[in-house]
Each structure stands twice: as structure tokens, then as C-alpha cells.
């Protein structure tokens, strides 16, 4: 069974500041790990994915997130928000690839 | 290369009418995927399909709910005697091949009234 549990629903930082958003997966086996971000009226863009290469994984916007097994962690980063950063962010698990476990999701404010 | 296409983006049913949502793959995808969002929750999986079958349907409710996707043609999810709880987001992804990353399209938002 997978699961993704997203701690904190809402996340507010300066612009500049760094943004972390916190992922846990659970999966019985190797998971595939997915960060999406979603602008207000449209659908799921891709951020960044993992699929068991370098566990540090550089994605678009400058975002990145480490995977981390023994935390069973994704967590996404940025080491200085912009305001186009705010939106809703994802993170998603799979293993067969039939389907993708979502988070609930965390939504980004950045304040200037 | 144009991405996911979903039609319409928006539509609108009165209790017990059919809803008929489209998806158009990117080209050279042959995997779809149909998901729901709720307000204030993440997407849910709904079903699964390739070129006229049906691969996984365990997201899907039991009853009103079914999913196609013919040789030609767009992947169609189609509701029937639509009800207030289904108004949601749609969400049609689509891959190259499984285990791979889905590309998402803009969604249908549903609203019954």
C-alpha cells in the first residue's frame, strides 16, 4: 500500500526566504516520488521526479527535493521564494505506475 | 507538441443528467489516467486505461461512472445521473508508458446543480 501525508496545509514565507514543504511517503516497495505544482484554474504541472538515480533532485523554478529512505522523506526546497512560487504543490507516489498516490496538498503564500 | 487537452473546461448539469468528459493524449501516449479533485483535497484516482481497455478501474465509484478509450479518438469518462457530490475538478493525465511521469491536462470542473 502507498500512501503520502503532506504536514502542513498552508505555508506562508517571505519573499526571499527559503520555502520547504514537507512530504512522507509510505510505499512497500521502491517508490517513484513526484513533486507537481498547480496554479489556481489549471491542471498539474511536474516539478521534479525521483525514480532511484542521484537522491538529490534538481527540478524547474529552482526548486529540489532530496529523498531521503531512512525518513521515507521527499521533501521539496527553494532557497529563495518569489512571489510566482505561490500556488498549491502536490507530492505524489507510485510504484506500479497504474496510478499515483497524492498528497492533499500545501498551499504556498509568499508574502513581499 | 501540443499537451493533454481536456474539453470543456467547464460544464455545468442539472441533477440527473449525463456528463460526458473528453481527454486527448499527447501524441505518442497511449496511457490515461482520470482522476478527481475535490475542494481543498488532493487528486484521486479514479481509472486506467490503454487503447480500448481498461486496466485498472479501482477509483472508480461502482455505479454512474464509466471510462473509455477507443482505437480513435479521445478517452471519455462519462457520468450518469449526475448528483450534487459530483461536482469536483477532473483531472485526464496521460504517459508514454507506466511508471513513467504523467503529464496532466487542464481539467473539466463540473458543477451540478
Known amino acids: 500500500?502507498?500512501?503520502?501525508?503532506?504536514?502542513?496545509?498552508?505555508?506562508?514565507?517571505?519573499?526571499?526566504?527559503?520555502?520547504?514543504?514537507r512530504c512522507n511517503y509510505s510505499s512497500s516497495v521502491p517508490p517513484y516520488l513526484f513533486w507537481y505544482v498547480q496554479y489556481p484554474n489549471q491542471g498539474l504541472q511536474l516539478l521534479l521526479k525521483y525514480t532511484s538515480a542521484a537522491t538529490l533532485v534538481k527540478g524547474i523554478n529552482g526548486f529540489e527535493a532530496e529523498f531521503k529512505k531512512s525518513e521515507t522523506s521527499f521533501h521539496l526546497t527553494k532557497p529563495s521564494a518569489h512571489m510566482s512560487d505561490a500556488a498549491?504543490?502536490?507530492?505524489?507516489?507510485?510504484?506500479?505506475g497504474n496510478q499515483f498516490y497524492f498528497g492533499t496538498g500545501t498551499s504556498l503564500t509568499v508574502i513581499p | 507538441n501540443a499537451g493533454v487537452m481536456q474539453n470543456p473546461r467547464h460544464l455545468v448539469r442539472r441533477r440527473g443528467?449525463?456528463?460526458?468528459?473528453?481527454?486527448?493524449?499527447?501524441?505518442?501516449?497511449?496511457?490515461?489516467?482520470?482522476?478527481r479533485q475535490l475542494p481543498e483535497e488532493g487528486l484521486k484516482?479514479?481509472?486506467y486505461l490503454q487503447k480500448e481497455n481498461i486496466i485498472d478501474e479501482s477509483g472508480m465509484p461502482k455505479e454512474r461512472f464509466s471510462a473509455e478509450f477507443p482505437k480513435e479518438g479521445p478517452s471519455?469518462?462519462?457520468?450518469q445521473q449526475v448528483v450534487r457530490g459530483d461536482s469536483a475538478a477532473y483531472f485526464c493525465a496521460s504517459s508514454p508508458q507506466t511508471?513513467?511521469?504523467?503529464?496532466?491536462?487542464?481539467?473539466?470542473?463540473?458543477?451540478?446543480?
Open chain 1, 1 to 21: 500500500a502507498q500512501s503520502v501525508t503532506q504536514l502542513g496545509s498552508h505555508v506562508s514565507v517571505s519573499e526571499g526566504a527559503l520555502v520547504l514543504l
Open chain 1, 88 to 96: 498549491e504543490y502536490f507530492c505524489a507516489v507510485s510504484s506500479t
Open chain 2, 17 to 35: 443528467q449525463e456528463a460526458r468528459l473528453r481527454c486527448s493524449p499527447m501524441k505518442g501516449h497511449s496511457h490515461v489516467y482520470w482522476y
Open chain 2, 45 to 47: 484516482f479514479m481509472v
Open chain 2, 76 to 79: 471519455i469518462l462519462r457520468i
Open chain 2, 99 to 113: 511508471v513513467e511521469t504523467q503529464y496532466f491536462g487542464p481539467g473539466t470542473r463540473l458543477l451540478v446543480l
